[in-house]
């Protein structure tokens, strides 16, 4: 059985930081492509950040010299550190495994960046 399971979002003020996590069980974890999407509300889905097996990296223009993805294939984890945050980085964000088509969804994490 596939599990993500994402945490480390909370409540930050402006210019702040967080890190996420999303621990994997259930997959080949090396194997598969990473990535993080957010949902603000009455928005769509939308890449943040994705990491290949191989470690190459792709951000959203909106994130980048921002925001960090890193996997550390020994603990089937993948992480999003978050620094200088903004409010329209406000969202729910959701760990996926093998892209938004046919992969896996973490169950998402509240992220509110708010004075």
């Known amino acids: 059985q596939v599990q993500l399971v994402d945490s480390g979002g909370g409540l930050v003020q402006p210019g702040g930081s967080l890190r996420l996590s999303c621990a994997a069980s259930?997959?080949?974890?090396?194997?598969?492509?990473m990535g993080w999407y957010r949902q603000a509300p009455g928005q769509q889905r939308e890449l943040v950040a994705r990491?290949?097996?191989?470690?190459?990296?792709y951000y959203a223009d909106s994130v980048k010299g921002r925001f960090t993805i890193s996997r550390d294939n020994a603990k089937n984890t993948v992480y999003l550190q978050m620094n200088s945050l903004k409010r329209e980085d406000t969202a729910v964000y959701y760990c996926?495994?093998?892209?938004?088509?046919?992969?896996?969804w973490g169950q998402g994490t509240q992220v509110t960046v708010s004075s």
């Open positions: 996926n495994a093998g892209g938004p088509m046919s992969g896996y």
């Open positions: 259930g997959i080949t974890f090396s194997r598969y492509q």
């Open positions: 990491i290949t097996s191989g470690g190459a990296t």
